[in-house]
């Protein structure tokens, strides 16, 4: 395992499956090196782009980040006040803006209403109350909310998305129909709690997702070629 890392080797917990992963992490990390995740200034900017990046590439929401930014309305108050017509105009370049919006408001609703306004009061809740609270918020589902507490929070939780799930069942670690808990416990029980490396991991997998994993893979030219394949 990668000294980058503050837990050493020696904890990783001693299972085939986690050794499976760490060489899984360790040839990305090799091939393609560190992906600086998340790309944001602030926690907020963080769950903004959580939202927006929601059935669209990262390109177009940084257009729309851009936009938020150039009129400082990356804040609680900018988007509590900018009227929902005028926030969809700025953020038409992530796609699905009018529903992105809504999401939006209900995620400054939520920090308004019941945290007066304080992200830090919201991310500094225990895991699970985050995970709730987040969970409570429409539009938010497992995947937005657990990268919001891995990257805005900082807890080791780990990310799971469609790249993840498509690689570890084409590589026999999970079964084609295994759900998001599933999936997610597999990293949860193998590897050390390490936000560092769960951030950098979950990054990695959704690069290898995007320009090899695809529906039609292209195993020979991807670095986890030489990894077991069941499927
Ligand atoms: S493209 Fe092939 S080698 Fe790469 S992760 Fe997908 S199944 Fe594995």
């Known amino acids: 395992m990668s000294s980058r890392y503050t837990r050493g080797a020696d904890e990783i917990v001693a299972t085939p499956t986690g050794s499976i992963l760490m060489e899984i992490h360790d040839l990305l990390f ?3 090196g560190p992906q600086n995740w998340w790309p944001a200034e602030t926690d907020l900017e963080m769950m903004i782009g959580a939202i927006l990046t929601q059935n669209t590439s990262w390109n177009n929401v940084e257009k729309a980040i851009q936009n938020l930014k150039e009129k400082n309305l990356v804040s609680i108050k900018g988007l509590s006040d900018t009227p929902a017509p005028i926030l969809a105009e700025y953020i038409r370049p992530a796609g699905y803006y009018n529903l992105k919006v809504r999401r939006l408001k209900n995620l400054i609703s939520l920090i308004q209403d019941k945290h007066d306004g304080d992200l830090n009061s919201l991310l500094s809740l225990d895991t699970e109350t985050i995970r709730k609270e987040l969970l409570s918020v429409k539009g938010i589902g497992l995947e937005t909310a657990d990268s919001m507490i891995l990257y805005a929070a900082g807890r080791a939780l780990f990310v799971v998305d469609t ?7 084409r590589h026999g670690l999970i079964e084609e129909e295994a ?3 599933e999936v997610q416990m597999l990293f949860m029980d193998t590897l050390p709690h390490d936000v560092e490396l769960f ?3 979950h990054a990695l997998l959704v690069k290898t997702g995007k320009d090899f994993c695809r529906r039609k893979p292209l195993c020979p030219d991807c670095p986890l070629e030489k990894v077991n394949r069941e499927a």
């Not at 790249?163 to 069942?169: A, E, K, M, V």
Request: proline letters at 0%; a positive charge.
């Open 30 to 32: 090799t091939a393609f």
């Open 163 to 169: 790249y993840t799930h498509r690689i570890l069942s």
């Open 179 to 181: 759900g998001y808990f």
């Open 199 to 201: 951030k950098e991991f």
